[in-house]
C-alpha cells in the first residue's frame, strides 16, 4: 500500500480546534549546560550539511529568517538541489502516488468530462488543454488514449504542459512521444492570462497547488505574527520561530479570521489565488473552463504542511530537497478569489468530493466493463482496490475535491450553482 500525498496527515475535524494534530512552533524551552558541556560541545565538529541546507544555512545566517513559502520554493525548486528538479518522484518507486498512477479510469473520465464541455463550447475546432505539474505524463496519457477514440475532439486538441523540473520534462516528452498531437511545453513564469495560447482551454491542475509554497502565521497575545524558517546552529537542522514584527494587515483579513482564537496557527497559499486568477482571466476572455483537484478542505486552514519521503509521513524541515513538501488546498480562498474578480463570464461552483465527480462521470460503468475484461482473480481484486482508493471516503474519495471553473456559455457537467 502506497501513499498519496495525503498520506497520513488527518482531516482536520475543525478548522481551529485545540485537539487537532496540526504543526504549530513548538515553545521554546532553555537547557542548563555544565562548563564542561559547554566545553566539549566547543570542540565537536558539527555534522556534515547537504549542499541544500549549506545554502539555507547561508541565506539565514546573512538575511535572516526566511518566510516558510520561501524555504518550500527553495526546497522543491532549487536548479541544483531541489526535490523536483532532479528525479521521477512519483509511483510506487517514488515517495508517493496520485491518482493518474493509480488506475488510468482517473485520466480516461478527464477526458470526457472534456469532450463533453467541449461539445457544449460549439465544438470549437481549436481547443487548449493546459495541464499544469503533469508529473510523469500518465493523467495525460490516459487522457489522449481516450480523445483518440474521438476523431472530431482528437483532431481539434492542442496539448500544453505548465512543468519547472528539466528531468519530469524529459520524462513527459518520453511518455508522449507517440502521441499525435502538438506538444508545448510552458514555464510556471508562463502562468499569466496573456501568455497562455489564445483560444478556448481547458486548464487541468490535479494536485498541483497542494506543492506551492504557503506562508504560515500564529495568532499570538500581540496579534497576528509571522512563522519563519531559520537555521538552528546548535542542533544543525532547521527550526521555526516566529517574527517578532506585526503581520501586514492587508495580508490578513479581519472578516475571514476574526473567529481564530489566540494560539492558533493559520496557512495562506497566495501563488494558488494568483494562479486560479490568471485562469479565470483567460476563460473569461477566450472561453474554457478549469478542473482543479487536491485534497483539501472547503475552509479556512491552520498550518498544514507536511513531509513525504518513502510513502511515508515526515517533519518538513528535515532533509530539505530530499523529501517531498504538501499540504492541504484551501478551496474557500480559490473560490472568494474568483468572486473577488467580478467576472462578467466566469463562474466557480461549490467543490465537489472526488467520488462524487467520478460516480457522475459513470466510474460504476467504466469499472463494470473492466472487470469483465479480466483474465484472473488477482487482476480482479487489483483493479477492484484501485477504484475504491479513487472513491471511497476512507481513502481519497472525500479527502480529495475537485473545483470547477466555467464560462458561462454552458453547463460543466456534474457541478450545479
Known amino acids: 500500500f502506497h501513499t498519496t500525498r495525503l498520506g497520513l496527515l488527518p482531516c482536520p475535524r475543525s478548522p481551529f480546534s485545540h485537539d487537532n494534530n496540526n504543526t504549530s512552533v513548538p515553545p521554546i524551552r532553555k537547557k542548563k549546560f555544565s562548563l564542561l558541556e559547554k566545553a566539549s560541545s566547543f570542540f565537536q565538529k558539527s555534522p556534515p550539511l ?3 541546507l549549506s545554502f539555507l544555512k547561508q541565506e539565514t545566517t546573512t538575511k535572516g529568517p526566511i518566510t516558510v513559502a520561501d524555504y518550500v520554493k527553495i526546497a522543491l525548486t532549487h536548479p541544483e538541489a531541489g526535490y523536483y528538479m532532479k528525479r521521477d518522484v512519483f509511483g510506487r518507486s517514488g515517495d508517493f502516488i496520485t491518482s493518474p498512477e493509480i488506475s488510468q479510469v482517473f485520466g480516461e473520465l478527464i477526458c470526457i468530462w472534456c469532450i463533453d464541455a467541449w461539445e457544449k463550447m460549439g465544438t470549437p475546432p481549436n481547443l487548449n488543454i493546459i495541464e499544469f505539474g503533469p508529473g510523469r505524463g500518465s493523467l495525460m496519457q490516459d487522457f489522449l488514449r481516450t480523445a483518440s477514440k474521438f476523431p472530431a475532439f482528437f483532431s481539434s486538441l492542442s496539448v500544453n504542459l505548465v512543468e519547472i523540473s528539466p528531468a519530469l520534462k524529459m520524462i513527459q516528452k518520453q511518455n ?15 502562468i499569466s492570462s496573456d501568455k497562455f495560447p489564445k483560444g478556448p482551454s481547458i486548464f487541468l491542475l490535479q494536485e498541483f497547488l497542494d506543492a506551492l509554497p504557503v506562508r504560515h502565521f500564529k495568532h499570538t497575545e500581540k496579534g497576528w505574527r509571522e512563522i519563519l524558517v531559520d537555521f538552528d546552529k546548535e542542533n544543525h537542522k532547521l527550526k521555526y520561530v516566529i517574527s517578532q514584527e506585526p503581520v501586514d494587515p492587508s495580508l490578513i483579513n479581519p472578516t475571514q ?47 498544514t504542511l507536511q513531509g513525504i519521503k518513502d510513502h511515508k509521513i515526515v517533519d518538513a524541515l528535515e532533509n530539505a530537497g530530499e523529501v517531498d513538501l504538501s499540504h492541504y488546498v484551501d478551496f474557500a480562498s480559490l473560490r472568494r478569489t474568483i468572486v473577488a474578480q467580478k467576472f462578467k463570464n466566469v463562474r466557480v461552483f461549490e467543490p465537489l468530493t472526488q467520488g462524487e465527480f467520478l460516480r457522475a462521470l459513470g466510474i460504476d460503468v467504466r469499472a463494470s466493463r473492466l472487470l469483465e475484461a479480466t483474465k484472473n482473480e488477482e487482476e480482479e481484486k487489483e483493479l477492484i482496490s484501485s ?16 473545483l470547477c471553473l466555467c464560462h458561462f456559455s454552458f453547463e460543466p457537467h456534474a457541478f450545479q450553482l
Not at 176 to 190: E, G, H, I, N, Q
Not at 275 to 287: A, Q
Not at 390 to 395: K, P, Q, Y
Open 387 to 402: 477504484l475504491e482508493r479513487l472513491v471511497l471516503a476512507e481513502h481519497m474519495g472525500t479527502s480529495y475535491k475537485v
Open 257 to 303: 479570521t476574526s473567529f481564530i482564537p489566540e494560539g492558533e496557527t493559520l496557512e495562506m497559499c497566495p501563488d494558488a489565488q494568483v494562479v486560479v486568477r490568471e485562469i479565470g482571466k483567460h476563460i473569461e476572455k477566450e472561453g474554457g473552463a478549469s478542473l482543479i483537484i487536491d485534497y483539501g478542505e472547503n475552509f479556512t486552514l491552520p498550518t
Open 50 to 52: 547537504s549542499p541544500l
Open 176 to 190: 508522449l512521444a507517440a502521441s499525435k498531437v502538438p506538444l508545448t511545453w510552458l514555464s510556471p513564469l508562463d
